[in-house]
Nanobody
Framework: QVQLVESGGGLVQPGGSLRLTCVASGFRFRDYIMKWYRQTPGNERELVAGISSLGGVTNYADSVKGRFTIFRDNVKNTVYLQMNSLKPEDTAVYYC???????WGQGTQVTVSS
């Protein structure tokens, strides 16, 4: 059974940083692409970042390029999203995704506000 468990969200001031963590289980993590999405009320989930199975290839939404970094630890079965220079418009629920399995975590709330 594929499980994804996110953590690390919270309230942060504009310009601050957070690191989100997603721990995966139930599949051979190191073989698969992983992604982070976010969603605000009334809107569809938006792709934020993706990373290849070995971590050598990453891609980002234009809105977060240069501020967010996705990386993974295939020993710990964990994918991370380092978020710097946060803006109020980054406020959302952030979800970890394993696209090959159509699986989602429960989400973690990120709120950027002064």
């Amino acid at each position: 059974q594929v499980q994804l468990v996110e953590s690390g969200g919270g309230l942060v001031q504009p310009g601050g940083s957070l690191r989100l963590t997603c721990v995966a289980s139930g599949f051979r993590f190191r073989d698969y692409i992983m992604k982070w999405y976010r969603q605000t009320p009334g809107n569809e989930r938006e792709l934020v970042a993706g990373i290849s199975s070995l971590g050598g290839v990453t891609n980002y939404a234009d809105s977060v390029k240069g501020r967010f970094t996705i990386f993974r630890d295939n020993v710990k079965n964990t994918v991370y999203l380092q978020m710097n220079s946060l803006k109020p418009e980054d406020t959302a629920v952030y979800y970890c995704n394993a696209p090959n399995f159509g699986s989602w975590g429960q989400g973690t709330q990120v709120t950027v506000s002064s």
